[in-house]
T-cell receptor, first 116, second 112 residues
Framework: GAVVSQHPSRVICKSGTSVKIECRSLDFQATTMFWYRQFPKQSLMLMATSNEGSKATYEQGVEKDKFLINHASLTLSTLTVTSAHPEDSSFYIC????????????FGEGSWLTVV | QKEVEQDPGPLSVPEGAIVSLNCTYSNSAFQYFMWYRQYSRKGPELLMYTYSSGNKEDGRFTAQVDKSSKYISLFIRDSQPSDSATYLCAMSALQGAQKLVFGQGTRLTINP
């Protein structure tokens, strides 16, 4: 089946630094990928839609300068959390849309970010 | 009012029981309906995908969509301890099932 890989699965960074999370579709091409944020015991909140070769579309309330998204190829999207603060600590999950066989969306395993 | 409402539970049932999970929604434009299973500290795993109204069965899982009532369900037959997880409903109005709107998720525990 389709597989979406995220890296790193866990990362701890110091406050004020930047951290990059990668999302890869391993066996299909994804022109569209999505980035979500999930706080403990809460549902997924869409942050932005990442489109290959163009600028990402951010949801209302999400700072585009803080959460930089790059979708440079059909299999890779990256989320960079810039100048991280402790309140950015969360579970970040990406998903990729597989256009073949029904436009199904598959999720990555998620990345735990802890800012200390 | 949230676009998608889902009882967060927790829901605890004995092994072998039939589990019923439900979501209601307010946006009549939703056409694509999905159920995801999420284990603790893991990404969601797609279980069922349904377009418009009707039933869909896959093994022990059955998904139902009633657009007239804006109500979707997931049934799990012969529930097993390995089914213990959080179940998220998700839906979209857009072609290609983009911009999913998720329910809060229901925490389910199957007791041996």
């Amino acid at each position: 089946g389709a597989v979406v890989s995220q890296h790193p699965s866990r990362v701890i960074c110091k406050s004020g630094t930047s951290v990059k999370i990668e999302c890869r579709s391993l066996d299909f091409q994804a022109t569209t990928m999505f980035w979500y944020r999930q706080f403990p015991k809460q549902s997924l909140m869409l942050m932005a839609t990442s489109n290959e070769g163009s600028k990402a579309t951010y949801e209302q309330g999400v700072e585009k300068d803080k959460f930089l998204i790059n979708h440079a190829s059909l299999t890779l999207s990256t989320l960079t959390v810039t100048s991280a603060h402790p309140e950015d600590s969360s579970f970040y999950i990406c998903s990729a849309r597989r256009t073949v066989s029904g436009n199904t969306i598959y999720f990555g395993e998620g990345s735990w970010l802890t800012v200390v | 009012q949230k676009e998608v409402e889902q009882d967060p539970g927790p829901l605890s049932v004995p092994e072998g029981a039939i589990v019923s999970l439900n979501c209601t929604y307010s946006n009549s434009a939703f056409q694509y309906f999905m159920w995801y299973r999420q284990y603790s500290r893991k990404g969601p795993e797609l279980l069922m995908y349904t377009y418009s109204s009707g039933n869909k069965e896959d093994g022990r899982f059955t998904a139902q969509v009633d657009k007239s009532s804006k109500y979707i369900s997931l049934f799990i037959r012969d529930s097993q301890p390995s089914d213990s997880a959080t179940y998220l409903c998700a839906m979209s109005a857009l072609q290609g099932a983009q911009k999913l709107v998720f329910g809060q998720g229901t925490r389910l525990t199957i007791n041996p």
